[in-house]
């Protein structure tokens, strides 16, 4: 039986307050990335620091970055926000703050890569990286409102200074949260440490167990830190925890539903004096090297890091309106004073209702007969067609609908959502579904869940007039649809060329038609 991962949210931290004025779901205000840690995120800092020679560039991408293309952060701001810019301070082998820990490049050294002079350049912490973005920006105006502030870092504390104590390292996070706040910092997300003992640097070493251990307790301490800390500001903070240890471990759980081939690195920066590649295709691994992601897993992170924060804006936002308008019931105390955890718990009951407001507004219901929607010609046969129900426009950008005959014989390529959830209904007839690694046969009535990240497909193997319902969440794929019907139909081409065509637009990884094994 696969494993399917069903999102569920935050580490178990609620959001203090919000200033974001914003109940559009899916849809996030930020326009500048701010981000500040080690070689997880460092878009170029070492490389640069170093006088270029670390990373090894190539294979590392061209700027210095810790993958072979973009960083999650990179991905984040270029791909999934609007108009953004970002300011990446992180820097390799940084520590959380220099006073506890020096950080320095002296990893790999059996690689020739100019050892003599990495080893004696040192890193800035986090907290020297928030001074010198502190430093940066004190003649400017910074609308705070929309920026976006990150800390990931903690792992080489214990690297480079073993006597620290996982309370020291989490108070030192603190700590650069705190500064950041000093200075006007509003939007603020920790991110906790990943599954280190399953990278291939720590895998199958005897101090295996001791390193899962230590990044559990970790980042234990540093949710329950965080909650009892800021859970008693009376505050208009907006601070979230992202649990990274959960999410990469379930993308490594179930690798091969993702379109990985392996577990093992793609390059060996360990065993030589240059760096070996090992594999012919990165895109099929989630590890380039023994310590880093690849560029193909970053922007799957990244993908998810913005799910995680549009999905939690909800709440948030509507705690921010009742308590602007200071509801109160029967003569009680109004929303505005009550303690942050209540109102958020209230406000989590109250969504149903809230979300029908949009900027003040009701979104009206709508209603679509049985033969009406937007109808797109899906294959050349010109009776091959499918309906758009429910648009992004109708429904806020909640979820989009369609249904449609499914031809004998038709069968789309196997495919990965990055953007969007995926639900079939089964209205008439029957249909193979492939969801990961299950096949099985959907007959009328059936409902399958394809969560995004998990490759699937369907097909009708001999099922006169069998139908079919989608329903995507949230909505914006029914623009890829009319996109790919309008390139087939005014190229004659075929649907699964023209799908191939603009599918990376669209947070979409055709994995080709392989044959059907079941």
Same mark, same amino acid.
């Given at each position: 039986?696969?494993?399917?991962?069903?999102?569920?949210?935050?580490?178990?931290?609620?959001?203090?307050?919000?200033?974001?004025?914003?109940?559009?779901?899916?849809?996030?205000?930020?326009?500048?990335?701010?981000?500040?840690?080690?070689?997880?995120?460092?878009?170029?800092?070492?490389?640069?620091?170093?006088?270029?020679?670390?990373?090894?560039?190539?294979?590392?991408?061209?700027?210095?970055?810790?993958?072979?293309?973009?960083?999650? +952060?990179?991905?984040?701001? &270029?791909?999934?926000?609007? =108009?953004? #810019? *970002? %300011?990446?301070?992180?820097? /390799?082998?940084?520590?959380?703050?220099?006073?506890?820990?020096?950080?320095?490049?002296?990893?790999?050294?059996?690689?020739?890569?100019?050892?003599?002079?990495?080893?004696?350049?040192?890193?800035?912490?986090?907290?020297?990286?928030?001074?010198?973005?502190? +430093?940066?920006?004190?003649? &400017?105006?910074?609308?705070? =409102?929309? #920026? *976006? %502030?990150?800390?990931?870092? /903690?792992?080489?504390?214990?690297?480079?200074?073993?006597?620290?104590?996982?309370?020291?390292?989490?108070?030192?996070?603190?700590?650069?949260?705190?500064?950041?706040?000093?200075?006007?910092?509003?939007?603020?997300?920790?991110?906790?440490?990943?599954?280190?003992?399953?990278?291939?640097?720590?895998?199958?070493?005897?101090?295996?167990?001791?390193?899962?251990?230590?990044?559990?307790?970790?980042?234990?301490?540093?949710?329950?830190?965080?909650?009892?800390?800021?859970?008693?500001?009376?505050?208009?903070?907006?601070?979230?925890?992202?649990?990274?240890?959960?999410?990469?471990?379930?993308?490594?759980?179930?690798?091969?539903?993702?379109?990985?081939?392996?577990?093992?690195?793609?390059?060996?920066?360990?065993?030589?004096?240059?760096?070996?590649?090992?594999?012919?295709?990165?895109?099929?691994?989630?590890?380039?090297?023994?310590?880093?992601?690849?560029?193909?897993?970053?922007?799957?992170?990244?993908?998810?890091?913005?799910?995680?924060?549009?999905?939690?804006?909800?709440?948030?936002?509507?705690?921010?309106?009742?308590?602007?308008?200071?509801?109160?019931?029967?003569?009680?105390?109004?929303?505005?004073?009550?303690?942050?955890?209540?109102?958020?718990?209230?406000?989590?009951?109250?969504?149903?209702?809230?979300?029908?407001?949009?900027?003040?507004?009701?979104?009206?219901?709508?209603?679509?007969?049985?033969?009406?929607?937007?109808?797109?010609?899906?294959?050349?046969?010109?009776?091959?067609?499918?309906?758009?129900?429910?648009?992004?426009?109708?429904?806020?950008?909640?979820?989009?609908?369609?249904?449609?005959?499914?031809?004998?014989?038709?069968?789309?390529?196997?495919?990965?959502?990055?953007?969007?959830?995926?639900?079939?209904?089964?209205?008439?007839?029957?249909?193979?579904?492939?969801?990961?690694?299950?096949?099985?046969?959907?007959?009328?009535?059936?409902?399958?869940?394809?969560?995004?990240?998990?490759?699937?497909?369907?097909?009708?193997?001999?099922?006169?007039?069998?139908?079919?319902?989608?329903?995507?969440?949230?909505?914006?794929?029914?623009?890829?649809?009319?996109?790919?019907?309008?390139?087939?139909?005014?190229?004659?081409?075929?649907?699964?060329?023209?799908?191939?065509?603009?599918?990376?637009?669209?947070?979409?990884?055709?994995?080709?038609?392989?044959?059907?094994?079941?």
């Amino acid at each position: 039986m696969s494993s399917f991962y069903i999102p569920n949210g935050t580490f178990s931290n609620p959001k203090v307050g919000s200033p974001q004025m914003y109940l559009k779901s899916g849809i996030l205000p930020y326009t500048t990335l701010v981000t500040f840690g080690d070689s997880t995120t460092d878009s170029g800092n070492a490389y640069r620091l170093s006088n270029r020679t670390w990373p090894p560039v190539p294979p590392f991408n061209q700027n210095g970055g810790f993958a072979d293309g973009l960083l999650w +952060n990179e991905y984040f701001t &270029q791909k999934l926000l609007t =108009n953004a #810019t *970002l %300011y990446d301070y992180a820097c /390799g082998s940084a520590t959380t703050d220099n006073q506890l820990a020096q950080g320095i490049m002296s990893r790999n050294p059996n690689l020739i890569a100019n050892y003599d002079i990495r080893s004696k350049t040192k890193s800035p912490g986090v907290r020297q990286q928030i001074l010198q973005y502190k +430093n940066s920006i004190m003649n &400017q105006t910074i609308d705070f =409102n929309r #920026t *976006l %502030y990150v800390i990931w870092s /903690g792992t080489n504390n214990y690297f480079f200074n073993k006597t620290l104590t996982i309370f020291d390292t989490v108070q030192s996070i603190i700590d650069c949260l705190n500064l950041l706040i000093s200075f006007g910092g509003q939007n603020l997300v920790l991110i906790t440490e990943p599954p280190f003992h399953r990278f291939p640097a720590f895998r199958n070493k005897n101090e295996t167990n001791t390193t899962k251990y230590l990044y559990i307790e970790h980042n234990q301490i540093l949710n329950m830190k965080l909650n009892e800390y800021y859970s008693s500001l009376k505050t208009q903070l907006n601070i979230q925890l992202f649990d990274s240890y959960s999410f990469i471990s379930m993308m490594i759980d179930n690798y091969t539903q993702f379109g990985f081939e392996n577990l093992d690195s793609c390059w060996d920066t360990i065993s030589g004096s240059t760096v070996q590649v090992l594999c012919q295709n990165i895109t099929k691994r989630i590890f380039c090297d023994e310590y880093h992601l690849t560029s193909k897993m970053q922007a799957i992170v990244a993908e998810e890091f913005y799910r995680f924060l549009t999905e939690k804006s909800n709440a948030t936002d509507v705690a921010k309106l009742l308590s602007q308008n200071n509801i109160s019931h029967n003569g009680s105390s109004s929303f505005a004073n009550l303690d942050q955890n209540l109102k958020y718990f209230m406000a989590e009951k109250l969504l149903s209702i809230a979300e029908k407001l949009n900027d003040g507004k009701l979104i009206l219901p709508v209603v679509v007969e049985q033969y009406q929607g937007e109808h797109l010609q899906v294959l050349a046969r010109a009776n091959s067609t499918r309906t758009i129900k429910l648009q992004g426009s109708q429904t806020d950008g909640r979820l989009t609908i369609m249904e449609g005959e499914i031809l004998v014989g038709e069968a789309p390529p196997l495919h990965i959502h990055h953007r969007e959830d995926e639900y079939f209904h089964v209205l008439q007839g029957e249909l193979q579904f492939e969801i990961g690694d299950q096949t099985f046969i959907g007959k009328a009535g059936t409902w399958v869940y394809a969560p995004r990240y998990i490759k699937h497909r369907f097909r009708n193997i001999n099922s006169p007039g069998a139908r079919l319902e989608y329903v995507f969440q949230p909505a914006g794929i029914e623009h890829y649809f009319e996109e790919v019907s309008k390139i087939m139909v005014e190229q004659q081409g075929d649907w699964e060329s023209a799908a191939k065509a603009v599918a990376t637009k669209y947070g979409i990884d055709m994995l080709g038609s392989p044959d059907w094994t079941g």
